[in-house]
């Protein structure tokens, strides 16, 4: 199929705004999948994401489309709503030329609407605005519009109206990705192929599979093709592309969207954003993306401590076709052998322990979350990234602590605007702008600590809105922080995975919430047990367990009032060799109420 007659392109929109369902309609009116294998959302293939309802990974696909102009090759890549994915959202983005952006009648603009169209900016893509929803009872056809002609500043007549549910409007649409989506265009003249990464999978015989956007010339199974970053090789053993099931295929020109097997087996030598060319003509490189950077890192601990060796494997594997996900080796006393692991926010590390547990059948212990520190040691000069709370400087003076700062958007209804600003002064949040979208739609721009973000922010936003803020943020860079180190002690011994980094101005607060938390969940012992909360130095907090008064002498029925004696002596003597050594037992699920996630 010669150039003019392809057409690449993407469904963005905010989270739920029904792309996948919207995706299934397309898929069945260009006869794609057929009617008696279509089921809801055909391209979330994962299980987890079928369970869910979500989309965790993009998914393309090729379909054929007939009309009076021709034959014509749609590739469609459908993408992640949620924000943790946003970076799948961008890769997926610099394989097309134009997008379809989906806003939900019932809902309108919402926060990542905006966030999803700066980036189809940023790529010069053509965008095709699409109202979905418009079967729906309770749409709200006209305030829709209004607000996506304000945000477009396009007018009426540009803005599709479609209902994925019923299939009402998707006709037009087709016609629509035609007209106006540009067929994709070649830079350099002749064979030799240029392809651009977006992402990849595995599998155990065919090791990994890249799945690429050509850009230039032709591959073919046996090209000799190598990768331009790491400089590896390979020949290609079969390319084809997505129906969505692989379907292999002849050639991939250029223009096209598939997959190219690879046979590499190793972790690493493919990556997202790499250029593939020619071993024996290299064409030159895509500037590449940006490499995702983790948000929140977390410990995962086998339960048993024998599964280590399975969790590291575990790991490898799901690196292979998650390019976000990072790790390395840890050990802690209490908890033995185990990863401090990278995540791009909270729904990726609960989606990725949820895959270890099912999909590699682990037991596992999973600290709380936490964000990572960039710490300047003044003498030295030295940058050290620290992101596990208990290798934090236990003393900040002499260090410059910087910590991520994100920026944000919130849509609200105008009357919420109270409450959520008082809750901005417990979050440190910098209201930038507040503007009037539409006459029941005000937008916040907003910046905010990470670490802020992390102490359930947004589900806080959503309670005092009754639901109705909508949010979107990203990274924005590192900024100075005020924060300390707090310690929990046990019996006089600092408990490392207990430990936390907290904003000064809270020091004291977190202090007692933390120790009243292990005040609640640890057993009595036989001994008393002294908890305490310590940061810059001194005891903030403390707390006493006092000692379980097992009467050893329960069980004499009767008199024999010197063995009893004697019996309560001993005793006494235990407990004090017992407290010399410090020797409090945490029972592990006491550890998982401690450090597990608090949700
Ligand atoms: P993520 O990928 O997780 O962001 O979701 P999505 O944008 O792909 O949305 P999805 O297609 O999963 O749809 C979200 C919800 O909206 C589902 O409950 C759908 O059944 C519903 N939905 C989707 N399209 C329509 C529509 O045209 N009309 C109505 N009434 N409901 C719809």
Redesign the pocket.
Known sequence: MDLSHIRNFSII?H?????????DRLLELTNTVEKRKMR??VL?MMELERER???IKMQPVRMKYQTGGGDYLLNLI?????IDFSYEVSRALQAVEGVLL?V?A?QGVQAQTFTVLNMAREFNLVIIPVI?????PIARLHETEQEIMELLKCSSAEILR?????GEGVGELLEKIVTRIPAPKTEFVGNDPRALVFDYSYSNHQGVIIYARVFDGEIRRGSELSFSATGDKFVVLEVGSFLPEKHSLASLVAGEIGYIVTGLKRAGQAKVGDTVTSVSRALPAFPGYREPEPVVWASVYPENADDFTLLRQSLERLRLSDAALSFVEESSGSLGRGFRAGFLGLLHLEIIVERLKREFNLTLVVTTPSIGYEVKDLATGKTTLIYAPHLFPADTRGYEVMEPWVSASIILPPSYLGNVIKLFNSHEVLLLTTNNFSEDRSVLEVELPLRELMRHFFDELKSVSSGFASFSYQLCGLRRAEVVRLDVLVGGETVAPFARVVSRAKMEEEAKAVVEKLFKVLPRQLITIKIQAQALGRIISSRTISALRKDVTDYLYGGDITRKMKLREKQKKGKKKMQNIGSVNIPPEVFLRMVGSDK
């Open positions: 929109a989270i739920d705004h029904g792309k996948s369902t919207l995706a809801a959302q979330d309802g979500i989309t459908d993408t992640p709503g949620h989906l939900d019932t979905n929803k418009i079967d729906s479609v209902s994925g549910k019923t």
